[in-house]
């Protein structure tokens, strides 16, 4: 039911390769699948659009999905990820440079399952990654997934 690619929806490209750097630095030899805006998340999501054909019941593994997008922003899309039962129990977790208190309480209203504030330094930003791709690949046990 589920693959073990990571979907990164960031439209920062130093900061999307920064991200998958960070992957591997962190031993996560996961596919990485970017999308640079909320449109092509959900494109990717649903196999619509320019990823017409792909099998949507192959979920990612997580999502990493920053806030400030463009066509469609992060909350949208988290909204959008929520309402669908296809989608409705895939892990999101926010990773964004806002540090707003009204972002973190959306996000979390909305259903994201953990909310990450872009540390500004090159390895504070690596360290944050790696942990993530850490916990939500390696340690977090999925729906679909077998025990291991």
Known sequence: MTDATILLVEDNPDDALLTM?????????????HARDGVEALDYLFGTGGYAGRRP???????????????????????????????????????????????L???YRLGANSYV???????????????LGLYWVVLNRRIGASPG
């Not at 504030?117 to 690596?126: C, I, L, R, S, Y």
């Open 21 to 33: 750097r960070a992957l591997t630095q962190g031993n996560i030899g996961n596919d990485v699948v």
């Open 57 to 103: 019941e192959d979920l990612p593994v997580v999502m990493l999905l920053d806030l400030k997008l463009p066509r469609l922003d992060g909350l949208d899309v988290l909204r959008r990820v929520r309402a669908d039962e296809r989608t409705k129990l895939l892990p999101v977790v926010i990773l964004t440079s806002s540090r707003e208190e009204q972002d």
């Open 117 to 131: 504030v872009k540390p500004v330094e090159f390895t504070g930003f690596v360290d944050a990654v790696r942990e």
């Open 105 to 107: 309480m959306a996000g």
